[in-house]
């Protein structure tokens, strides 16, 4: 069966979402000693409360982390669907608590054609959307690391 949306390789877009959840589980224990659990919800909202689940977190030390695995599109191209999941992972982070550190960890995709990876593409157009206290965590799977950006 043909799923043109689906990464190549990948037996579904669900799994390369845990897959990569998995890996930043990994990288920020190695990196950085701080331990995440899966799917940890809180209390967020503008206008009253309501639960959300971040892909990982640790609420003990109130931290909250969204995962994104996405990529240029096969003709070097901004994938404009993907970029309004990641407005929507900021809005999350706006409306949660101040008290919680906030990251955003992403995969490093480099286009050659505009030279820049998708995560300074987005920094670049997307500022005015980016909150103040979220952090951006670029994963290489080259390497194995994560730069904060």
Not at 59 to 65: A, G, I, Q, S, Y
Not at 105 to 115: M, P, S
Request: hydrophobic share 35%; with cysteine.
């Amino acid at each position: 069966m043909n799923k043109p949306f689906q990464r190549k390789g990948a037996t579904s877009n669900t799994q390369v979402g845990r897959d990569f959840e998995a890996v930043a589980q990994e990288v920020f224990f190695k990196q950085t000693g701080l331990s995440l659990q899966r799917n940890i919800k809180i209390d967020i909202g503008i206008n009253g409360k309501k639960a959300h689940a971040f892909d990982l977190g640790n609420p003990t030390e109130r931290v909250l982390v969204e995962c994104k695995s996405h990529t240029w599109t096969e003709g070097a191209n901004v994938p404009s669907a993907k970029m309004t999941a990641w407005n929507q992972a900021m809005y999350f982070f706006y409306a949660s608590p101040s008290t919680y550190r906030k990251i955003f960890f992403i995969l490093r995709d480099f286009n050659e054609k505009r030279k820049e990876t998708l995560a300074d593409y987005y920094i670049r157009t997307y500022t005015h959307l980016i909150p103040p206290d979220v952090e951006i965590w670029e994963y290489n799977e080259n390497t194995g690391e994560a730069e904060k950006k």
